[in-house]
């Protein structure tokens, strides 16, 4: 069951706009990339299983994960328009998500290293009985480093709460030859292009007027 709103998960700009917005997540890094447009929105956790299923591709999976966030809060909060988006990275069709531990994270940037893989950013906007969901395609080139730059760089971010365990906003980004993208925040948690083009959609105004 989805968390009850908190005032105090409410964002500090002061932009005037006449729906409720929800962010369906507790991430600080969406939140603030959220931040970013300049809209009032809460934050209520989605409580969702994000287990893998069987035989699920990494794509699938994130576009699954969106869609269940953005309905779980929606559906107890069904007069707003409703955020969900999650990460996955595709290494060469396994999907790989957060460590959660340092030893975990390296075991990930082992495998990584030297890989062109993919992550999948989805974001799905709840709003008024439908839901659109869109997936952003980042692909990045890991390079050939050795393990004890990959502990160094472990040791001094510890990312451990990062898909990937490479935070490309911080120092992970001296992990990477390469970034391509056609919507350069979704690397970080939130394709804010696509964001923009969905909220329009629901009729927000982004710049708000």
Do not use: W
């Amino acid at each position: 069951m989805s968390a009850a709103p908190n005032p105090s998960n409410l964002s500090n700009d002061s932009a005037s706009q006449s729906k409720r917005l929800i962010l369906a997540s507790t991430s600080k890094y969406r939140k603030e990339l959220l931040a970013r447009l300049g809209l009032v929105f809460e934050t209520i956790s989605p409580e969702v299983d994000e287990a893998p299923l069987p035989n699920e591709t990494p794509e699938l999976m994130a576009v699954r994960l969106a869609q269940a966030k953005a309905l779980a809060v929606s559906l107890s909060n069904p007069s707003a328009c409703v955020i969900g988006s999650d990460q996955v990275v595709d290494l060469n069709g396994v999907a790989m998500g957060k460590p959660g531990n340092h030893a975990n994270a390296m075991a990930q940037l082992q495998q990584l290293r030297g890989q062109t893989v993919k992550f999948h950013t989805a974001v799905c906007v709840a709003h008024a009985g439908s839901a659109k969901t869109v997936n952003a395609i980042t692909e990045v080139k890991f390079r050939e480093l050795d393990d004890a730059i990959l502990e160094a760089y472990l040791l001094a971010e510890t990312p451990y709460d990062c898909a990937g365990s490479a935070k490309s906003e911080g120092l992970g980004i001296c992990l990477l030859e390469h970034v391509r993208s056609d919507d350069p925040t979704a690397l970080i948690g939130l394709p804010l292009i696509t964001v923009c083009t969905l909220l329009r959609d629901a009729g927000f105004s982004i710049p708000s007027k």
